[in-house]
């Protein structure tokens, strides 16, 4: 078992940049798999970004790809979302979460995922 929780959410200006952390205990972080997903009011969760147990092999959502950059370090346990240039459509929960699957690449769909946060929140104001 892994409990993972996000933080850095916030209210933000367009053109404004946040970074979300995820800090993971109970299981070897390393081991996993990890993805950011959001949803927005009325919508359902979209994938954002996911990245490799290493780190090494990343994958974007053609929404962000250019705009976000998802990152890890194993020995702090923790996965970063560095999101810049903000945009009003970028309000949504935030969830990170865990993947232990093995001999896979990262992977965009949420039903992969067993581990997942309470969310964070962020808000991007026009």
């Known amino acids: 078992q892994v409990q993972l929780v996000e933080s850095g959410g916030g209210l933000v200006q367009a053109g404004g940049s946040l970074t979300l952390s995820c800090t993971a205990s109970g299981r070897i972080f390393g081991s996993l798999i990890m993805g950011w997903f959001r949803q927005a009011p009325a919508k359902e969760r979209e994938f954002v970004a996911a990245i490799s147990r290493s780190g090494d092999r990343t994958t974007y959502a053609g929404s962000v790809e250019g705009q976000f950059t998802i990152s890890r370090d194993n020995d702090k346990s923790t996965l970063y979302l560095r999101m810049n240039n903000l945009k009003p459509e970028d309000t949504a929960v935030y969830y990170c979460?865990?993947?232990?699957?093995?001999?896979?690449?990262?992977?965009?769909?949420?039903?992969?995922?067993?581990?997942w946060g309470q969310g964070t929140q962020v808000t991007v104001s026009s």
């Open positions: 979460a865990g993947d232990p699957t093995i001999g896979v690449l990262p992977r965009v769909q949420s039903r992969n995922y067993d581990f």
